[in-house]
Each structure stands twice: as structure tokens, then as C-alpha cells.
């Protein structure tokens, strides 16, 4: 009892002269750096204090400048000609052909089915994140996936119905929105190249790798004849855009160069999921 | 007993009252500015398209509170920032934070009773970092905010899944003025802002070959 009473007591004390300490050198380091900082530039990321995802930036010796994100922004775009033709294509092919589609079909069928059609399409992409999260030696956050499959797939509907978005893991395993391309990444590979496909999109010389892979998991490839299976993967295509009409105008509209806005978003957001 | 239950108590409260002493003073202003801008868009008498206009001069008065928009700006033009004249850089900021207003203005107008989480802060000096999660209808978004303090905390950047707000518009910048000069910069700005007034179809909008 004595034992116990003292330490609390002493916990108690700790927290108190802690606290103020912390206080008073808070206080003092946001008065300190006021007149030591004018307002003057430094070169490509190094006034920055934090990366992308809070963590502090360590300055050393040189070339530390760029957070790693900012090295996966970097990667080369050789084919900066072609690219741009493509992208310019996939543009007009969503203005014209794509958001249409999507907008009629939104029109016709309500948010909420629509909803219940992506998650049917993604509970079936179940194969893709399992594998790679195999492959990037996560085995509990494959055997969660697995488990989410399987809950969905027996009690959900056949995947329609999301039941397991709910039921959090008891310990955190990270995201499981794995792909292969991401797998190539977590091992280390570069993205080597930034290309631009028809259809696909932004995609790069590792994710191009990782996407022929994905498309061998994906079971909607085996469905016979092969126009049902394009149908099938087109008809994902549109429901996804028409979840999601609007982001690629906004970016559009506020950037000055779209396609190097797109280029450094798909870069930067995939080397983020690399690390999720 | 009875005395450890006090001294437990005490201990408690002084835990609770530091810990709301560490959710500081940026994400006390980050959160009265979005609650702001929540309440504008959830504000019956200012619905519908007639209003539109109300409500988007409102959001920005909101905006300009809490968003350093000259910071913004000289992250984003980077090295470039001190090839521009004074008159250029003041050109520079009004371009470009009327860009900014414009476009990202109207995406917040689909706002659905999205609900935001503060998920913490880091302070540093006079920057401070703070991490939030906004949760969509089929999935949750993480958006990180970049504040400094001059006069009061402000923010400076935006990171949306990853991708830094500030640093998108490095690239951009970065590469049309390895080519041409800050004043043609400028004008791409103005001239995009144009088209965007114009009304005309996104479409038509595709950046000239850089």
C-alpha cells in the first residue's frame, strides 16, 4: 500500500514539473524563432520540416534535401511526347465517351446500388491484394483480407454488401489495397519510367509490370467468351466513374499544366501507398 | 483507500487537462476555420444555385483567414519566387490564390455531411503539422495540413493522399519557368482563371504542350 501510494505520488509530481517544463520550453521556442526567420526562400524542399506524412525530415549532409517522396516525384519522364499524346486521348476519352456514360447511368441507377457494385468488384479483387500481400511477407494482414473475402462472400451477398467494413482487426496490419506494382515497390524496385497507357492511364515502368501481373489475378480476365469479360471490366469502369465525377475536372481545372499536376499526383500517391 | 481513490482522481484530471492542453493552438484554428466552412455549407438559408454566389463570397472570406496565401505561393514557385520583381511576386499571389479559391471553392460545394477527425499535431517552431481523416461514403481520405505562425497559425499546405498541394504545383511551375519568363507565368494563370470564368466546357481547358 505505502509502495503503491509513493509512486503514484511520485508519477504525480513527474507530471507536474513535466508539464511545465514542457510548457515553458514551448513558450520558449515560439517566441525564440520569430525574428530569427524572415521571410526568405530556400532552395526545392528544404523549408520544409516535416515529409508528406509527418515525419521529420533529417538534414544531413547533402542531397537530403527531397523528402523520398519527392525522389518518386522525380522519375524520368523520357517519353514526355508520347506520354502527353496519350494522356490528351484518355481525356477526351473520358470527356467524351466515359463521363457521359457514367452520368446517364448515374442518372438511371441511385448511389447506393452503385455502391453495392463497387463493392462487388472489389471483394472480387480479393486475389490481387492477397498475393501481394503474401509476397510483401504480411501474412496477418492477408489473413485478414481472407477472412474479409470469405465474410463477404458467404454472408454479404456474394461481396455486394460490405459487412465486414466494420470489424477493425486487433492489431493494426496497415492498408490491405495492395497491388503488385505496390509489392515491387515495397521490395524496392524503382518506378523506373513514367508512361502513360491508353484506357489505363498514368502508370509507370514497375506498375506496368505489376498491372500485367494484376491482370492475371483478376478473375473477371477468365470469364469466356472474351467480350464478356471486356464487358464485365468496362462496366466496373464506368461504375467507379461514376463514383467519382468531378476529381480529375477539379484537378484539372486548378492546374496550369494538367498533365505534369497528373503525373506528380499518380507518382506521389502511389509511392504513399507503397509505404500505407 | 479512500485516499488512493483521491490521488487516483487528481491524477486523472491533471492527465485529462494536459492532454487538452496539447491539442494546441493550430488545430484549435483548423478546426473553427473548417467548422466555419461546414456551417456555410450546411446553412439552409444559403442552399441552392440562387445563393451560390453568397455563399462563395462567404467561403472565401473564410479561406482567406486560414490560408497564408503569399507562403503558399512562395513555397510553390520555390527558386523561382526570387526571380520575380516585388510587383510580380504581389502579381504572382493574387493569380494564383484566385485560382486556388476558384476551383477547390466549387469542390467543396459537393460536400455531404462528410465527417472530419483530427488525428493530431506536431508543432516545431512556428510550423506545425497536423493530420486528419475525412470519411467519404466508400472510404476514408487522409488529409495532412502544413500551418505556420507569422501573425497567427495559418495554413500553408495541403496533403491529400499523399500528394502535397504545394509541391504539386512546384513541378508545374518549376518547369514552365525553366522555359519562360515569371511574367509568362503569370499570364498562364490569369489566362486559365479567364477560361474557367468563361464558363467554358473543362474540356477545351488542357494545358498548351508545355
Known sequence: ?276 | MKKLSILVGTLLLVAALCSTALAGEPQDRLRSGIEKVIAILSDASLKGAAKRPDRQVKLRAVADGFFDWRELSRRAAAEGWNKFAPKQQDEFVAAFSELLQKTYIRKLEKYNNEKVNYLGEQIEGNQAFLKTQVTMKDKTIPINYVMIKHDQWMVYDVVVEGVSLVKNYRTQFAKILSKDTPDALIQRIKDKIKSLDEGKNVDDVVGKEG
Open chain 1, 1 to 276: 500500500m505505502h509502495i503503491l501510494f509513493r509512486s503514484l505520488l511520485a508519477a504525480l509530481a513527474l507530471t507536474l514539473v513535466s508539464a511545465t517544463f514542457a510548457l515553458a520550453a514551448d513558450q520558449a521556442a515560439s517566441v525564440a524563432p520569430k525574428q530569427a526567420r524572415p521571410s526568405l526562400l530556400l532552395a526545392y524542399g528544404d523549408v520544409d520540416i516535416w515529409d508528406e506524412t509527418g515525419q521529420i525530415i533529417k538534414k544531413g549532409s547533402g542531397g537530403d534535401k527531397m523528402t523520398l517522396s519527392d525522389a518518386a516525384a522525380q522519375t524520368p519522364d523520357p517519353l514526355e511526347g508520347w506520354n502527353r499524346m496519350w494522356f490528351g486521348f484518355n481525356d477526351k476519352l473520358y470527356f467524351w465517351a466515359l463521363k457521359p456514360v457514367a452520368q446517364g447511368y448515374s442518372f438511371v441507377v441511385p448511389e447506393r446500388p452503385r455502391l453495392w457494385v463497387h463493392n462487388f468488384f472489389h471483394n472480387l479483387m480479393f486475389p490481387v491484394r492477397f498475393v501481394s500481400l503474401v509476397l510483401q511477407g504480411k501474412p496477418d494482414a492477408a489473413a485478414v483480407e481472407t477472412s474479409r473475402f470469405i465474410g463477404n462472400t458467404a454472408f454479404g451477398l456474394g461481396g455486394f454488401a460490405d459487412i465486414t467494413a466494420d470489424s477493425k482487426p486487433y492489431k493494426p496490419i496497415g492498408s490491405t489495397e495492395k497491388d503488385l506494382g505496390l509489392t515491387f515497390g515495397y521490395w524496392g524496385a524503382d518506378n523506373g519510367l513514367y508512361l502513360v497507357w491508353p484506357f489505363i492511364g498514368p502508370s509507370s515502368g514497375r506498375d506496368t509490370l505489376g498491372y500485367v501481373g494484376d491482370y492475371f489475378l483478376t478473375p473477371a480476365t477468365y470469364i469466356n467468351p472474351w467480350y464478356w469479360s471486356a464487358g464485365a471490366k468496362g462496366y466496373e469502369k464506368v461504375n467507379e466513374v461514376s463514383l467519382r465525377i468531378g476529381d480529375y475536372e477539379t484537378l484539372k481545372d486548378a492546374s496550369v499544366d494538367p498533365y505534369e499536376a497528373v503525373r506528380d499526383a499518380y507518382l506521389r500517391n502511389r509511392f504513399k501507398k507503397v509505404n500505407d
